[in-house]
């Protein structure tokens, strides 16, 4: 067979899409990224996400948080898109401590002019968006019989729906600069049934969907999509999944978060942390042939 010139994507005998980072650089010569590398290459990027922009949604706390420190450690520049005004601001200053630049912009998801502005807004500071990582959600539990339109809009709104059209609203510009990388927090709760979650089990695996047509249908222009899919992460969202699940199966909220520790094979609670480091690696060039994944990080829970 003959040699693949870089950036091959297609088939023998099929129309051939390329990769041309040649195209790359329109922002000028401070800001001109570095083309993905292929897997021969990676030795030489090591993780590295210098000059590269990332947007983190829900960064405020827990593992949004989490996940821009580790972006910021890796030499990204870090938008924080928060509901929590404070917050944001706070991981911001955080990052800001870790020699990076950061801009902390106040956002809900679910509005689709935020999501225009907060776009808007990163262009005019840093010129560029790399990596895009839908990280805000909300949880709610009832049982089956008692989940209400206002409970299942609630969630669909904001953990499917705005994961969709916050990666819409950042496409013309990875397209454009034919590099980009969206994450998006799905859930092991994707992957599997529950008796008192459904909405929200529904809700993640519309992202594991997405990411799959996302992925497919950007593959082309440069970009990666993939998503992680955490098990029992120590948060204030597990606060609330242990008050509201234990409420309804009858324990109190540490006897619910010990009935769940006991069935994690690697005997552990996740922290915001475990998780973050996956999204660094999803982020970074190491997981340059990775697209349209739902990667599990949930101690050994869930082996799909
Ligand atoms: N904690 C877990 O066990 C767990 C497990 C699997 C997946 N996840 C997912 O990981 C993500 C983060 O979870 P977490 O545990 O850190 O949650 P968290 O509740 O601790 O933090 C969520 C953050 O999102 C922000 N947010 C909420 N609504 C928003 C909106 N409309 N616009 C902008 N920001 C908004 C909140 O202010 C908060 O800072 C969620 O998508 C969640 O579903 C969590």
Redesign the pocket.
């Known amino acids: 067979m003959a040699p693949r010139p870089p950036g091959w994507l297609g088939r023998p005998g099929k129309a051939v899409a390329r990769l041309d980072h040649a195209r790359v650089n329109i922002w000028g010569p401070e800001m001109a990224p570095k083309p993905e590398p292929h897997a021969h290459q990676e030795k030489e990027t090591d993780m590295d996400l210098d000059k590269h922009v990332a947007i983190v949604?829900?960064?405020?706390?827990?593992?949004?948080?989490?996940t821009a420190l580790e972006l910021a450690r890796m030499g990204a520049t870090i938008v924080v898109?928060?509901?929590?005004a404070a917050?944001?601001q706070r991981t911001a200053d955080e990052v800001a401590k870790l020699g990076r630049p950061s801009l902390a912009i106040a956002?809900?998801?679910?509005?689709r002019a935020?999501l225009d502005a907060l776009v808007r807004r990163t262009q005019e500071r840093f010129g560029r968006i790399d990596v895009l990582v839908?990280?805000?959600?909300?949880?709610r539990a009832a049982a089956t019989l008692d989940v209400t339109e206002e409970h299942w809009d609630a969630i669909m709104t904001?953990?499917a729906k705005?994961v969709f059209f916050a990666a819409q609203a950042v496409l013309p510009t990875m397209i454009a600069q034919h590099r980009g990388n969206i994450v998006?927090?799905?859930?092991?709760?994707g992957k599997i049934g529950s008796r008192t979650n459904l909405p929200?089990n529904v809700?993640?695996a519309a992202?594991i969907s997405m990411t799959k047509s996302l992925a497919l249908a950007h593959a082309a222009d440069g970009i990666r999509a993939n998503c992680?899919?955490?098990?029992?992460?120590?948060?204030?969202?597990?606060d609330?999944?242990s008050r509201d699940q234990g409420a309804l199966l009858g324990m109190s909220p540490a006897e619910f978060t010990k009935a769940r520790l006991n069935s994690v094979p690697l005997g552990r609670m996740?922290t915001?942390e475990d998780?973050a480091n996956v999204i660094g690696f999803l982020a970074s060039p190491k997981s340059a042939y990775m697209t349209g994944q739902a990667l599990s990080v949930?101690g050994g829970l869930v082996m799909h």
């Open positions: 949604t829900g960064g405020g706390r827990g593992i949004g948080r989490a898109a928060e509901f929590d917050n944001g956002t809900d998801v679910t509005r935020d839908n990280n805000a959600g909300i949880y904001i953990n705005a998006s927090l799905a859930s092991m709760a929200y809700s993640k992202v992680v899919c955490p098990g029992f992460v120590e948060t204030d969202m597990w609330k999944v996740e915001p998780v949930d």
